[in-house]
């Protein structure tokens, strides 16, 4: 396979294997990929990684996948057979960085902890995601990013007052804990290079990832005995931050610094709350909040959402509707951002996928090439190891590579 060179990424020289599946591990990868990281992807031959089946299929393959796994080359190897074990250890031996997202115990089961890996790999950077870490009571139970979700506080709060809980619409335990895994690993290479030249392992766990994020949930609890209870659209404690009813929609609104309330309440036509001593500040504010965020419906349920957004942008109110997918790829701003690009896949197709994340001035991310399919890669990489073509067609022909 032709790979153009492009210039140097940021993580340029960076080698990584990948051996998760579905969404964390592979989204740290992804993440890595696309600064520069040479990901090698290993993926069980025929089917490949379940997210290959995932969702809306083109031609046989998820769309999905044309995003996680863009940037990374793809290996088919039998890791449950002891030869694809061994040939595993070969790859890690060349590796910075291994990620892995399977239950806890699994590499151990195949000779690959991190001990004997770090014998020929000092160096080596292991980050391991899993659904309650590699230690503790739970250690050893099924995890998914929903029961990260769950345990880590936030299904308690996504939702309205009395009602069940509800997914935000995503698998945000799953990318959470891949960009915090992300973070280690990009610590632990620093600190590698800086601090000593030793590798190590970062241990991240779902719940844990969605509990880092659930900002001061646990202090108000510790300090006043306070359980934080969902609240819709608001923003509890908070005054007035909600979404409104249009005519045609709903909007967000931000009026809660103290400044901007009176912005507010000036466009809606109510100076007599915004020149209220009472709601100068926020907790005067969060006291009548019922009344203001009917004060603001009041207003808006009378008018277009863009009406709305365009009296409220004069007036510098932080306000945005609620976008949808083609909403996102309509907008004139995503587009200047290059957050939309065009991405052939390797059927031919021409699609639209999300850009890059965060923005580097000097070494930007890109897309270097497309997603690729089951072991598009394993002569390649085989062939890195010192492999020669009558071995590799071996083990091709006993399925231990494909």
């Not at 270097?368 to 009558?390: I, M, N, Q, Y």
Request: glycine letters at 12%; charged letters at 25%.
């Amino acid at each position: 396979m032709n790979i153009p060179l492009l210039s140097p990424g940021a993580l340029d020289g960076l080698k990584v294997i990948e051996m998760g599946q579905l969404i964390a591990g592979p989204f740290a990868a992804k993440t890595l990929a696309d600064f520069g990281a040479d990901v090698i992807k290993i993926e069980p031959p025929g089917a490949g990684d379940p997210l290959r089946n995932w969702r809306m299929i083109q031609d046989g393959t998820s769309v999905w996948w044309q995003v996680q796994s863009r940037n990374k080359k793809s290996i088919a190897l039998d890791l449950r057979s002891q030869e694809g074990q061994e040939i595993a250890r070969e790859l890690i031996k060349t590796a910075d960085v291994l990620i892995e997202n399977f239950r806890p115990g699994t590499l151990e089961g195949w000779g690959m902890d991190y001990e004997t890996l770090a014998k020929d790999n000092p160096g080596l950077v292991m980050l391991r995601i899993s659904g309650y870490g590699q230690t503790g009571p739970y250690r050893d139970l099924p995890g998914f990013g929903a029961i990260g979700e769950a345990m880590g506080g936030l299904r308690h709060l996504t939702g309205e007052e009395g009602r069940v809980p509800v997914r935000c619409g995503i698998s945000i335990g799953d990318t959470l804990a891949a960009l915090h895994g992300t973070i280690g690993v990009l610590m632990a290479v620093y600190h590698r290079k800086v601090n000593g030249g030793l590798g190590q392992v970062i241990d991240v766990a779902l719940n844990e990832a969605v509990f880092n994020v659930m900002e001061s949930l646990v202090p108000e609890y510790s300090a006043f005995g306070a359980i934080r209870e969902p609240a819709g659209s608001a923003l509890p404690g908070i005054a007035p931050s909600n979404a409104y009813r249009c005519q045609d929609g709903v909007v967000l609104i931000a009026g809660n610094g103290d400044s901007i309330f009176k912005r507010l309440m000036e466009v809606i036509g109510r100076m007599d709350l915004g020149q209220d001593p009472a709601l100068a500040n926020n907790a005067g504010r969060v006291a009548r909040v019922s009344e203001l965020d009917s004060a603001i419906e009041a207003w808006t349920s009378s008018r277009s959402v863009s009406d709305v957004l365009d009296a409220l942008g004069q007036a510098k109110v932080p306000a945005g509707r609620v976008y949808t997918a083609k909403d996102i790829v309509e907008d004139p701003h995503y587009r200047a951002r290059e957050m939309i690009l065009k991405q052939k896949t390797r059927d031919g197709h021409e699609i639209e996928v999300p850009g890059i994340v965060p923005k580097l001035m000097g070494t930007p991310g890109q897309v270097r090439f497309s997603a690729p399919g089951v072991g598009d890669d394993t002569d390649a990489v085989l062939e890195g190891l010192g492999f020669d073509a009558k071995r590799i067609a071996d083990l091709r022909q006993r399925k231990v590579a494909a």
